[in-house]
Each structure stands twice: as structure tokens, then as C-alpha cells.
T-cell receptor
């Protein structure tokens, strides 16, 4: 089983719909991150959380929200999806002895039509 | 602002060639990472460096802290090395990512 699991792996949704991407980890890490990847651009940080009670906006948080339900779970929501949110989304974790290293989920390919 | 610059953006090589991908950065770091992303999308970590040089099989990564520069070398390249290679920085609190180098190795 993967250490960092994202669901769904692929999703097509319509403009205006609310959608949630889920991430769970078995690494025991305290830090979790959501990134989006667009062609030609590096991974851009959407939100990050350093523990269950700590949620922070990243560089491109507009149009997104997150929930840290437990140390192992960090969900990303698009309240009203729009086509320019079509991208590949990654969840990552770090922490403990792995503080300097990020472990990535397999990614969620989201298409908003 | 680009904390991390990678070059080249795209690279095509013949099987067996020696390949170098470069990364320059502008911030203080606690570690630098080289990541590999295959067409399926998943990202895996190849190396984490804070100084010197590391080698794993045909892959070699070096870093010069004073010059804020790192290189990833692939010796005797193979078509299965075809992927996007991403330079990433960790500062202790955050990660910064380069835009990636897309490598295609032709048989």
C-alpha cells in the first residue's frame, strides 16, 4: 500500500460543482501539503498544514479550501469548480526524521468542463 | 519570482549518452532534492543533498552550496530514464520546485 494515498485518481466535473479531493497517509508525518501542477509550471502550493490545528494558505489558495480531519487526513475542496482549475493535484507529507523530504501521493487528475 | 531555475527545459538524447541537468537557486536551503516524475504522473524522490555528491546506480547528484547550484547526471542513459526531472528545495518550513526538465532517451 502507498504511504500517501489520494482519491480519486481521476475526476471530470462540471463548472460550478463542488468537489473534494482526499489525501491520507501512513507515514505518521505531522506536515501535509496540497500542490497543483500545470504544464510548464512548477508545483504550486495551495494550502499546507503543520498539524491538525494549523492550516495555512499557500501561494494560490483562492477558490480552494482544506480540512485537516486528523493527523493522517487532509482534504482539498473546490467550492465551485472552474475550468482553469483543471490540473494535476498532489498531496505531500513531511515530518519527524523526514522533515526535509516530501513524500508524494500519486496525484489526482482533475478536469473541469 | 523563481527561487529555483532548471535547465534545460527539454532534452532529447540517444541511448548511452551522458546527460546533465542543472539547477540554480536563490534562497537559503536546508536540503536540495532531485525528483523524478514519470508519464503516469507519480513523483518519486531520487536524491536529497545538503552538500557534496551522491551516487545511486547510473545517477549522480552534486551540489555546490557556495554557488547555489546542483547538477543531476545520468550515465549511459536508457529509454527507461525518460521522465521529467524536478529540482526541489527545502528550507525547513517550505518546499520550492523547479519547472522540471523533460528528458526523452531515444533507443
Amino acid at each position: 500500500d502507498a504511504d500517501v494515498t489520494q482519491t480519486p485518481r481521476n475526476r471530470i466535473t462540471k463548472t460550478g460543482k463542488r468537489i473534494m479531493l482526499e489525501c491520507s497517509q501512513t507515514k505518521g508525518h505531522d506536515r501535509m501539503y496540497w500542490y497543483r501542477q500545470d504544464p510548464g509550471l512548477g508545483l504550486q502550493l495551495i494550502y499546507y498544514s503543520f498539524d491538525v490545528k494549523d492550516i495555512n494558505k499557500g501561494e494560490i489558495s483562492d477558490g480552494y479550501s482544506v480540512s485537516r480531519q486528523a493527523q493522517a487526513k487532509f482534504s482539498l475542496s473546490l467550492e465551485s469548480a472552474i475550468p482553469n482549475q483543471t490540473a494535476l493535484y498532489f498531496c505531500a507529507t513531511s515530518g519527524g526524521r523526514d522533515r526535509e523530504k516530501a513524500f508524494f501521493g500519486q496525484g489526482t487528475r482533475l478536469t473541469v468542463v | 519570482k523563481n527561487e529555483v531555475e532548471q535547465s534545460p527545459q527539454n532534452l532529447t538524447a540517444q541511448e548511452g549518452e551522458f546527460i546533465t541537468i542543472n539547477c540554480s537557486y536563490s534562497v537559503g536551503i536546508s536540503a536540495l532534492h532531485w525528483l523524478q516524475q514519470h508519464p503516469g504522473g507519480g513523483i518519486v524522490s531520487l536524491f536529497m543533498l545538503s552538500s557534496g555528491k551522491k551516487k545511486h546506480g547510473r545517477l549522480i547528484a552534486t551540489i555546490n552550496i557556495q554557488e547555489k547550484h546542483s547538477s543531476l547526471h545520468i550515465t549511459a542513459s536508457h529509454p527507461r530514464d525518460s521522465a521529467v526531472y524536478i529540482c526541489a528545495l527545502s528550507t525547513g518550513n517550505q518546499f520550492y520546485f523547479g519547472t522540471g526538465t523533460s528528458l526523452t532517451v531515444i533507443p
